[in-house]
């Protein structure tokens, strides 16, 4: 099996990741799914997501739960059954949970240079200026990350990364952020904690309560 690592983020929130080595069959006789997950993984096409899904439970197992203690909400979100939040985020060959007390949202990334080639759509480019080629494809990655984190926690249907997310502005060194989403006429306040993870970029959101 191939559990790789967890990190702490804050005394009451951690992230755990797999690395997925493992064949289709192995993860899944490993782990006991509940009928509506069967039906789910039976739909995905590709067998990269299908060992993505089934990594997250043998990361549940590793937790002390299992896949029974997984629910989703009508928007796809997922919930313990512990009240605890959970996050969950799969990228090629990584899957992730994060478990929190506090409201999260997190994200995996793998460093693609497509992500840096489409920058523009979704971040201020300016906090690109002034860096070399491998940090610009690592920073507009951990941006998009921080998005889609955000978005995970928020999970509203209109919100804009480019229009509606945005970041100030921080360094690789700092692995920590801080995020403003401007929507519905209100402004709500994020903290960011950034990860490398060997080619992978990890990033978590979590809600300042006011």
Sequence with gaps: MAFYQSID????????????????????????????????????????????????????????????????????????????????????NFSCVAVSNQKIGIDLEILKEKTLKIAQRFMNISHLQNLPKTEQLKKATIIWGIKESVFKIKNVVGISFLEHIFEDSFSLEDRKASVQLHFNNQIEHFTIAFHSVEEYIFVCAFENIP
């Design 9 to 92: 983020l804050t005394p009451d929130t951690s992230a755990h990741f797999w690395k997925i080595d493992e064949d289709f069959n192995t993860l899944f006789r490993s782990v006991a799914l509940k009928d509506v997950s069967l039906a789910r993984l039976e739909q995905m096409k590709s067998e990269s997501h299908q060992k993505g899904f089934l990594a997250v439970r043998m990361l549940l197992q590793h937790l002390g739960y299992t896949d029974f203690d997984l629910s989703y909400d009508d928007s796809g979100k997922p919930h313990l059954n512990d009240g605890k939040t959970i996050s969950i985020s799969h990228s090629n």
